[in-house]
């Protein structure tokens, strides 16, 4: 089993910057394939960025594409979320996932294959 803490949240106003992390214990780290989630008030959890266990694969959705990057650092059992550029429309809960790849590098972008969850963390863009 995994434990995801994530932190990094909060208020930033448009344009600005944040960075996310996601620590992990339990099993270990690098035998899962990560991504990051977004949930708005009263909308259905959104794919925000997958990465392989590997760190050599991302997977972005083009609403966040070219401003969003995601990393991980297997030594510190974490992985990151770097959001820039942002907009209101960014504004949820955070949440990252684990998933066990069946594949070296393979990627995952439906909530449903991911097996583990942080309680998320909350950011906030004001216009």
């Known amino acids: 089993q995994v434990h995801l803490v994530e932190s990094g949240g909060g208020l930033v106003q448009v344009g600005g910057s944040l960075r996310l992390s996601c620590a992990a214990s339990g099993r270990t780290f690098r035998d899962y394939a990560m991504g990051w989630f977004r949930q708005a008030p009263g909308k259905e959890r959104e794919f925000v960025a997958a990465?392989?266990?590997?760190?050599?694969?991302?997977y972005y959705p083009d609403s966040v594409k070219g401003r969003f990057t995601i990393s991980r650092d297997n030594a510190k059992n974490t992985v990151y979320l770097q959001m820039s550029s942002l907009v209101p429309e960014d504004t949820a809960v955070y949440y990252c996932?684990?998933?066990?790849?069946?594949?070296?590098?393979?990627?995952?972008?439906?909530?449903?294959?991911?097996?583990?969850w942080g309680q998320g963390t909350q950011v906030t863009i004001s216009s």
């Open positions: 996932a684990a998933a066990i790849p069946a594949y070296s590098e393979s990627l995952y972008y439906i909530p449903v294959e991911y097996r583990y």
């Open positions: 990465i392989s266990w590997s760190g050599g694969s991302t």
